[in-house]
């Protein structure tokens, strides 16, 4: 991959021999990048076709030392410094149309309509999607096109001689590329399935003895938290979630959500290896065993391209991976 510099006008410059380091993803990503180098001056840099880019925004070193270490957000990362906020007077965002209509509408006001989406039918229709409150615009989108399996794809390229690089973002179907122990796909996976997690949280909040607030939450299928039994009878288990200082129900709902997700049942996959495969932000992993018929299936949440001395190497994560 070639690294290219560009100035503040987002025009390219040269190529640049750097050892850098980036990491795209999912919110819980760090989104960022990292070079450490001597006499940086440039504004930027990316590798293009890709979404591994993004500008200088710090730099630290000793007036000693000739390396100093440069840091930036990925456009990723950029994304995620942005939020979806509902129209005026309306509780929500809530959204109906072409995905890559939508996402244009959604990034218009994003850092001055920076980001550009083609104009290319995405072939998904969103029908009353609503985003979380105070969401950012990286994860409300991922999570709309998740629902709906698609990915956000993010690539800059240069659209011709002399003229700036232009970030693109678009909703695609995202691939599912399938793994087995043998390794038959380039996949190396570690599979684990837990089922001695908390199925049923009894939260309790506000009051005292008989009077005090109680919320049953429970697991349902996919991983699913709502206040209606699932697992009953012998698969039932149970825990308490003492949680006093729960301001009203909702605020103790959704402590409880979260203790639930710590404590429940599921399934997890590691990528170890991969051999000869390329995979995007959003793809499905679906790792199966055979001897044992267990399959798991979970998306691509982060992407980490390496570059030191000339060689490349990428890491993948899944979701729920660390």
């Known amino acids: 991959m ?11 410059l040269y190529p ?23 006499g940086i001056k440039e504004y930027g840099l990316y590798v293009p076709e890709t979404e ?10 000793r007036n000693a030392d000739e390396k100093s270490t440069f840091r930036g957000w990925t456009w990723r990362g950029l994304l995620s410094q942005w939020f979806i906020e509902p129209d005026e ?5 809530v959204v109906s149309g072409e995905a890559n209509s939508i996402i244009r509408e959604l990034l218009s006001k994003v850092l001055g309509g920076f980001f550009t989406v ?13 985003f979380e409150l105070h969401v950012s615009v990286l994860k409300g989108i991922m999570d709309m096109l998740e629902e709906h399996g698609y990915k956000l794809k993010i690539y800059a390229k240069r659209i011709g001689p002399g003229q700036p690089i232009t970030v693109f973002c678009e909703a695609i179907p995202a691939e599912k590329i399938t793994g087995t122990y043998d390794q038959d796909t380039g996949l190396a996976l570690t599979f684990t399935n837990n ?11 506000k009051g005292e003895l008989k009077d005090r607030q109680r919320l049953d ?3 349902g299928a996919n991983g699913t938290i ?57 793809d499905i992993v679906v790792g199966r065993k055979n001897y044992s018929g267990l399959i798991i299936e979970k998306p691509i949440t982060r992407k980490i391209l390496r570059i030191s001395g000339g060689a490349e190497t990428i890491e993948y994560k899944v979701k729920g991976e660390g």
């Not at 009878?233 to 825990?239: D, I, P």
Request: glycine share 12%; hydrophobic share 35%.
């Open 226 to 282: 709502s206040e209606t039994p699932y697992h009953t009878g012998f698969k039932e288990r149970q825990a308490v979630f003492d949680y006093g200082n729960a301001e009203s129900l909702a605020d103790l709902r959704k402590h409880g959500k979260e203790r639930l997700r710590e404590l429940a049942s599921g399934k997890t996959l590691q990528i170890d290896e991969v051999n000869g495969v390329d995979m995007e932000i959003g």
């Open 89 to 93: 007077g309306e509780d929500y965002k």
């Open 52 to 61: 591994f880019g993004g500008v200088f925004e710090y730099e630290s070193g």
């Open 16 to 38: 640049l021999d750097v050892d850098v380091d980036f990491e795209a993803g999912d919110y819980e990503a760090s989104n960022d990048f990292e070079v450490i180098g001597t």
């Open 195 to 205: 089922q001695m997690g908390i199925n049923h949280l009894i939260c309790w909040g």
């Open 217 to 219: 939450l429970y697991l």
């Open 118 to 130: 083609p104009n290319t039918d995405s072939g998904l229709n969103i029908v009353d999607y609503q």
């Open 2 to 12: 070639e690294i290219i510099a560009f100035d503040s006008n987002f025009r390219e």
